[in-house]
């Protein structure tokens, strides 16, 4: 499993090549924007009709993830359903699969804008975690610190000698971090965005997620 | 025996005043007026309009029609304005009371709206708009009435997806009016019998009527006192003589085979162009209001030359052309006689026409192309089946105009000539890919988009999505292109626009030429690349999108023959000797064998295929034989290619050449390669957005082009991954594999040459290998882990920079 350490609030994280976070110390794994059942809400409302897989391909990275970690508690950051009717109409098998997952762990989901209500599904709902010195909320508030946060789906593009590289990121500095989309379907916010800027110090790094994590001085 | 028809009285008192008598294909047109189908091929300037709607006339003037008489479809919307002109003079002069209008996308919706209700005699309009109109639920009282319809430049549109919309909206028409008459009008093609399947409803016959050709082109080749350079294709060296020929003539066309090319060659034109002769430029990516400029003053007579692409290949009048100079081997015979035809509009004078081969190998072509020329053969490949993704979007649009019975639309389509072997398993794919996205997994069938009623017909589940379809229709992809701007002037006009790729590549300072101006990039500001002007005389080129032709089989095979004579006298002596060196050197390429060169250069092993495949083949060849020496362990460091050849350089010589030349190997190769390969990943875009799988439009906003990159990317490996039988990845390999790979001429190629490899090993470069190491466009060869190896040398560089060598913050 390849990740890079940093340090937040004096607490010691793991970002992953996979997008996820790991808090080594408390055997918690933090993921953010899983937006489970999105081809189902796309049709929904009129749009094409996706390749129905992204549900059971989030899955399945979250599965290794955890295996791999061997986490006993997880947190999902919010949006981890595209909305609150993609989450209740989810397929038997996938209920059963979270459920799977769920099983000898804690479970936590944190609200997002996408599915602010309950959801009927195992686990503890809450619209944000303290966990001192960290808080686990899923947009980012100026001025907090010790925050670990989703939702801005951030990505980075990198000039390297021979091509741009554009990936999924994490974005952290001495305040916050916030973590790349974990779904399948996700597009992103480029680091370079005023909302990105704003929020970001000026020191800020990004990682690169990959088969092999890198870290950067976050474009801007 | 029929009898010949007759021409009205005013009508034929109208060519009487006129001192015109009409052509003799001309009544032959009027004469088969009720047949269900007629071709007519004629030459540019034959009076090929009048031709087609001389019938439609004779008809009106004879008896009144209320609503749709003759609708006429052409690929180019600049046409039908141009038609509409053509046509509503003899109109008004014969004093008929015949209503002409066009639609196309640039019609405000309310008069599209309008024409809805109360339909013109005679519609002009384009596929796109036309498979838009068979879309709505009023279709059957839209068309009632109608008797004709005109497809102008017909041979335009068989090769391509747009005529795979408009034949299968035209068979929607003929059930709509089961005595619709068809009526294509053509140049001069290879297969007009091919053409005639096309434009019939199947299996029905077709007249194929033949104008007088009129007289032989006048066309050779413009001989210079400099030699052409080895390489390239800017012809810069040209540009003296062409200038000459310019003053001598009236009006000139220039014709480029890319629009970078023709950019370049125009920015060094007005270089040159000492006495300030007025002369233009017209390509696909120029703003529309400044090529409208251009045409304008070229129909006023105002220019005496215009730097063009193929945007003036089709059949618009530009009254006085006396001249068509080509630069650069035409690649292909039939668009080059298609453009001679471009000069001298008037019936019955000889075309004049010059070649300019832009580099040694070309002067090669050109000569070839002229022999071809004079011999009247045309080069053509068999027409391919239709496209699948074209077929799901005609299903979609047949739904949005009401309920339809799968069995009736099957035989409908079937009755379109690029369908006619369509089988009813495939029919049915494409109907449940549109119904349910035809997912190996069956997930949200409550949804689908289509629904089987309980009497058997299908309808949209939800009648909105008409809408939705007819928003997202189309075939022609706009590859993601951002508008170019003068900075401080947001009111001013755009100067056209630029690939996003490109923009992506453009730091602030960096120089491109644009409409033949050079201008600096400043940046980028509301999806606006934003500019200034400036006087550098070296810029960076943009990169446009414009096709790359590849040469011909025929022509190539033709070229390949011409090289196995003793000696050239066709040839100037610069080309010939050179001829004669490559076989004192090494040998000739011979046709039904393939010759490959080894020879050692700077250090390293060079590989020489000479294929004569055309430049797509030839690079895929370079793909795959680098793949494969890859396996053998011949550390390969890159190719280049040509029409002709393909140049691979590595580490090692290959001693065994033969070894390379599996076609079993070559096609696994392939196989993996695309799968992985950019090229199918814009493949699979273009035939998602075709099939409704990505929507361009939303009824909310519209999609920035990199939101769609970048979801069509993850949608085509989510379904490589999860459902690798998909039907759109089906379409997509079929479709990459036919279009851009052309792969199909490698395997011609290998089969016609069997074990017939001639290895020739040479001590240094040889004489016909030597113009591919100035060739652009060379290949790298990358390993799959070369994007990780950047990213760390880039982390590191970074890290160091910024001094934040520990990672803590």
Redesign the interface.
Known sequence: MNG????LAGCTLTALGSGALWWRDQSLIVVSDLHLGK??RV??R?????????T??TLIRLENDLTATGAGTVICLGDSFDDVEAAR?L?ETDRLWIARLQAGRRWVWIEGNHDPGPIDMGGAHLAELPLPPLTFRHIAQAGASGEVSGHYHPKVR????????SRPAFL???DRIILPAFG??T??LRSDQCVLRDLMRP???AI?T???P????MPR | MRAPAVLPAEISAWFKKRNWHPHPHQLDMLDRGDDPCTLLIAPTGGGKTMAGFLPTLVDLAEAPHTGLHTLYVSPLKALASDIKRNLRNPIEEIGLNIRIEDRTGDTSQTVKKRQRVDPPHILLTTPESLALLTSYEDAPRIFQGLKRVVVDEIHALAENKRGDQLFLALSRLQSLCPDLRRVGLSATVDHPEDIARLLARNPDPCNILYADPGPAPDISMLTTDAPPPWSGGGAAYAIPAVLAQVKAHKTTLIFHNTRAQAEIFFHNLWLANDEGLPIGIHHGSLDRAQREKVEAAMARGDLRAIVCTSSLDLGIDWGDVDLVIQVGAPKNVKRLVQRIGRANHRYNAPSKALLVPANRWEVVECVNALEAVRAGELDGDPLPQGSLDVLCQHILLTAAAGPFEATALFDEVTGVGAYSRLSRAEFDACLDFCA??G?A?K??DR???LQQRADGLWQLR?P??AA?IRMNAGTIQDSDTLKVQLKRNRSGKPLGEVEEAFA?TLAKGDTFLIGGQIVRYEGLRDMTVQVSRNAARKPRVAVFSGTKFATSTQLSQRTLRFLQAETWPSLPSHTADWLRLQRDISRMPEPGRLLVETFPRDGRENICVYGFAGRNAQQTLGLLLTKRMEDLGLAPMGFVASDYATLIWGLDEVVAPKDLFDLTMLRDGLESWLAGNALMKRTFRASATIT????RN?PGARKSGR?AT??SD??YD??L???PE?LLLKITRTEALRGLVDFSRIEAMMLAVGDRIDHSRAPHVTPLAAPLLLEVGKVPVQSGS???R??????AA??QD?G?AR???
């Open positions: 890079i350490d940093i340090t081809t189902e049709l929904r009129g749009g094409p009709a996706m390749p129905p897989y992204e059971r391909d109409t397929s990198i000039q390297t000698r021979l091509r741009k590289i952290f500095d001495s399948t379907y597009g992103g020191e800020a790094m690169v990959g088969q092999i890198r870290v950067v001085p | 349910t996205g997912y997994l997930a949200y949804w689908q988009k939800d909105r999505a939705r992506a409704g799988l990505i929507e939303t939101q970048f979801s993850i949608l989510t379904l991954k999860y459902d998909h070369a994007e990780e950047l990213l760390a040398e880039e982390e970074l890290m910024s934040l990672v803590n913050v």
